[in-house]
């Protein structure tokens, strides 16, 4: 017998202290984003790299990121985080088939592999995303800066990234043949 209500609207969150837990026993599902503007002949010319501040009061330059909840495509979790960091006037175009550039495996222990994140063990699906509207920041990003393809490439701004992002957008660059 089933029983009627209204549906819980957050049945795919976590308490932070579930989260935590979970966090420390098992790798979570993420997507990340690199967003970018786009000619008429679809070649990145800028990269929109996000300004944070880390948990230890650190400014950071990060991606558009976040866990992908229970019973969430990805393409639904792609355009809610992109929507979350970006604001709802960035207008995405997400691919008909997303399909990643990349996978990203983050690891709380240094030295395991490219990508760290003292928090948990992720695996994160990434994207690269143009987007044809303003970008607002919300939520916890301060700024969305944009840079030329070979800014974004530079191993000093690859040093301001979180977590080894930085080899993430040289890797989105070089998929998209923008490379320097």
């Known amino acids: 017998m089933s029983s009627v209500g209204t549906p819980d609207p957050h049945a795919g969150w976590l308490s932070d202290e579930e989260l935590a837990s979970i966090r420390r026993r098992l790798p979570l ?21 996000l300004l944070r501040a880390s948990a230890e009061g650190e400014i950071v330059r990060t991606l558009v990121s976040g866990r992908v909840m229970y019973g969430e495509t990805l393409r ?31 690891f709380p222990m240094p030295g395991i592999g490219p990508y760290f994140d003292e928090r948990q063990h992720a695996v994160s699906l990434v994207f690269v995303v143009p987007v044809t509207g ?47």
């Open 29 to 49: 599902l993420y997507v990340e984003a690199v967003p970018v503007r786009i000619d008429g002949l679809s070649q990145v010319t800028e990269v929109g790299l």
């Open 76 to 106: 639904e979790a792609l355009f809610r985080h992109l929507e979350k960091d970006l604001g709802p006037m960035a207008f995405p175009q997400l691919p008909a088939s997303p399909v990643p550039f990349t996978v990203a495996e983050y």
């Open 134 to 180: 303003t970008c607002e920041p919300r939520q916890d990003a301060l700024e969305v800066t944009w840079l030329t393809p070979e800014q974004a490439a530079n191993p000093e701004v690859g040093l301001e990234m979180e977590g080894g992002r930085g080899a993430i957008v040289r890797a989105a660059l070089a998929s998209v043949g923008r490379l320097p």
